[in-house]
């Protein structure tokens, strides 16, 4: 019978000590870089050294670029901070997406319905206000569903994407500049009326991501409604057993989750695009989940977690155009990565034990 | 009007097959606890890797000179169905030999999918040195179109339902066999127990990982073909980036719309098919084509609707498989 017994079983861990889990993720991180590259040179027959320079010169070749790839991180870090409440609450917000064009919307239409007609602090005091507003909205509506009758909140939300979409697309036709473009053009352009920019025009951004990661951290960790959000996610019955009303918890949760969404696009139309295209968020309401998903809600590895990614995204773009490829080449780059860190979870939580070795430690 | 509808009905349908490949999948992968977000990007890769077979072929049958319909109808097909279930062991071993998170390795696939979709057809050509300039495969594609010989002559009754090419068919039958299968027979028994409650299905002797990665993965080569079908028939064989859209997101939503039957999934497939070109149809003027925008968002809103109506009713019957989206791990019993 002894063939019979499988040659490895699995247990699961006790936690381990942090230097090891950070080692093993950071042993994963390494394993997938590895991957990458190796990817990129059958590409591109590129060698090993060349790779990393183009990676490193497509992030921060110059001073312009370094500070796009902070400014993106920034951006997708904020995103990501924005959907982790709902998903620490076990809320599948994937509709970071729709929230963010419908935020980018609702400032793209004060921008052009109200320029002239108003001072300028007005405007921008209504486009913070309408854009956090809509995104919030764009939110609970799934959250109402769920709260409500327990509606699929992944389906939900990520349908609420291409409404969002398809409202931009329509609109993106009645707002067209000049007539019969199609596209809405930089909104405001000679004027720059209703711009937002502090310094130079990719600070705004890095900073409300910077003051945002700390709010999240504490609003997280340190407040009644942070407990009340870790309760409903580990387990909704205990939740409603020690008087949490969950179906409250989940739309104001969300409401803050959209929320932020929606400033993201405020800071998108009137602080980097000055335009509003249905592309505006380019996908980083998803990629946003799983930088949320594989930092473990925590606000501060999420900077590390999405800077690897922008940085991996910038340098593999800069490789593909030095090469006339797809630009797409960053995204198969970005899966690698996720499938490495999200796979190496399992090594965190359990161990493998091989036949052999049991049999030595019982001899 | 019934002019109107035997050009729109097929139209539809057309739209409809790939959907009915991807929801056919989905309901069999999501019947054994896997709710597989990657989808859209399985029936990107699928796509493209009938694409790329299919670019190979045409490629050395220009070179000899000599071309097969069958080669042609066959590399597509074996590069498809190999990609795609390439694509759903990488799932399966993310999600149930490592236990991740079946959302976030979801989503990382539809990522990594469509980017693979995308970068392979943006870079086709650059990459092999041809010297096309774009990637069209009319050869594979006439090969892929060709329906019944005698639907022409038979007037309304052929081109409605005897104008398909043969993929369209066989999405239908596999839709009816999923349907049989999870019905009628003890694999289909067992496979349910499993998406139900996979402790007393292990209890019961059924080995549940054997069932969840075979499952996804052939749920995973149904709807890879769905691409096949989409680049090969319906765009004639030409891929352009992107072109594929949402429609993986539509068939997870019609899975939904189906409540997890096969059979209800063709014709909510052909609806939805019919939903998503519905805006070529309804009028517009050349001053509000922003209208045409929001004609497209029909079939979304309907999904949405269908959603919160399911939810309301909330009949047992008509509930997700269980442990959806939940990893089975015999020691946390």
């Known amino acids: ?363 | 009007m019934f002019g109107f509808l035997s050009t729109f009905i097929p139209r539809a349908i057309v739209q409809g097959i790939p959907l009915i490949f991807g929801c056919t999948g989905e309901i069999l992968t999501e019947k054994s606890g896997n709710l597989n977000l990657g989808i859209p990007g399985v029936m990107y890769v699928g796509g493209i890797c009938g694409v790329i077979g299919s670019f190979f072929y045409e490629q050395s049958a220009a070179a000899s000179g000599q071309f097969s319909n069958f080669l042609a109808l066959l590399i597509p097909l074996l590069c498809c169905l190999a990609g795609s279930l390439l694509m759903g062991l990488l799932y399966c071993f993310l999600t149930v030999t490592l236990r991740s998170n079946q959302n976030v390795t979801g989503l990382a696939m539809t990522t990594f999918g469509v980017g693979f979709g995308n970068f392979f057809g943006g870079s086709l050509i650059k990459l092999s040195k041809s010297s096309m300039t774009s990637v069209v495969l009319s050869r594979t594609s006439l090969v892929y179109k060709t329906a019944l010989p005698f639907a022409s002559s038979l007037g309304w009754f052929g081109k409605l339902f005897l104008s398909y090419s043969f993929l369209a068919y066989i999405a239908v039958l596999l839709a009816l066999i999923s349907s049989y299968l999870l019905k009628k027979t003890r694999v289909g028994l067992h496979l349910r127990a499993v998406g139900e409650s996979p402790a007393t299905a292990d209890a019961a002797g059924i080995n549940i990982s054997r069932y969840k990665y075979m499952a996804t993965c052939i749920g995973c080569m149904i709807a890879g073909l769905g691409g096949l079908y989409y680049v090969m028939d319906y765009a004639c064989g030409v891929w352009s980036n992107d072109a594929f859209g949402d429609r993986g997101w539509l068939a997870i939503a019609l899975v939904i719309f189906a409540i997890w039957r096969p059979g209800t999934g063709i014709w909510s497939s052909f609806l939805f098919g019919g939903l998503y070109i519905l805006y070529l149809y309804l009028p517009t003027t050349m001053e509000h084509m922003e209208l045409k925008e929001l004609y497209k968002m029909i079939p979304y809103v309907m999904t949405v609707v269908v959603l919160i109506l399911t939810s309301m009713r909330n009949k047992r019957e008509n509930q997700p498989p269980a442990s959806l989206g939940l990893a089975y791990f015999r020691e946390e019993r």
């Open chain 1, 1 to 363: 019978m002894k063939s019979k017994e499988p040659v490895f079983h699995i247990v699961k861990r006790d936690d381990l000590p942090l230097y090891k889990v950070i080692g093993i993720r950071l042993i994963a991180i390494l394993l997938a870089l590895a991957v990458c590259s190796l990817v990129t040179i059958l590409v591109t027959k590129l060698n090993p050294l060349d790779v990393f320079r183009a990676v490193i010169k497509g992030a921060f070749g110059s001073t312009r670029k370094t500070w796009v790839t902070m400014q993106n991180t920034s951006v997708l870090l904020l995103i990501a901070l924005a959907v982790t409440p709902a998903f620490k609450m076990r809320f599948w917000n994937v509709g970071g997406e729709g929230q963010v064009l419908i935020g980018a919307w609702a400032a793209a239409a004060c921008m052009i319905n109200l320029t002239g007609k108003v001072p300028e602090w007005f405007l921008i005091v209504a486009m913070s206000v309408t854009s956090i507003f809509c995104g919030a909205v764009w939110a609970a509506i799934p959250a109402f569903f769920k709260a409500k009758w327990n509606t699929n909140d992944t389906l939900f939300t990520l349908m609420m994407n291409y409404i969002a979409t398809q409202l931009v697309a329509c609109f993106a036709i009645v707002w067209e500049n000049p007539k019969g473009s199609g596209t809405i053009g930089i909104i405001n352009n000679a004027t720059e009326f209703g711009w937002i920019h502090i310094g130079n025009k990719y600070l705004l951004p890095i900073l409300v991501a910077l003051v945002m990661t700390i709010v999240t951290y504490i609003y997280l960790n340190y407040t009644k409604h942070g407990y009340e959000i870790a309760v409903v996610g580990e387990s909704e019955r205990t939740a409603r057993y020690i008087g949490i009303k969950v179906d409250r918890v989940m739309i104001r949760t969300l409401l803050l989750s959209g929320g932020v969404c929606g400033l993201v696009g405020l800071i998108l139309v009137a602080g980097v695009n000055h335009t509003l295209t249905t592309t505006l968020a380019g996908g980083r309401g998803f990629t946003a989940v799983m930088v949320s998903w594989m930092s473990h809600f925590n606000p501060f590895t999420m900077i590390l977690t999405s800077f690897l990614l922008v940085f991996l995204n910038r340098g593999a773009s800069e490789i593909a155009t030095s090469f006339s490829l797809n630009t797409s080449f960053s995204d198969i780059l970005t899966g690698i990565i996720i499938f490495f860190i999200i796979g190496c979870e399992f090594f965190i939580r359990y161990s493998i034990s091989f036949r052999s070795s049991a049999r030595a430690k019982e001899g």
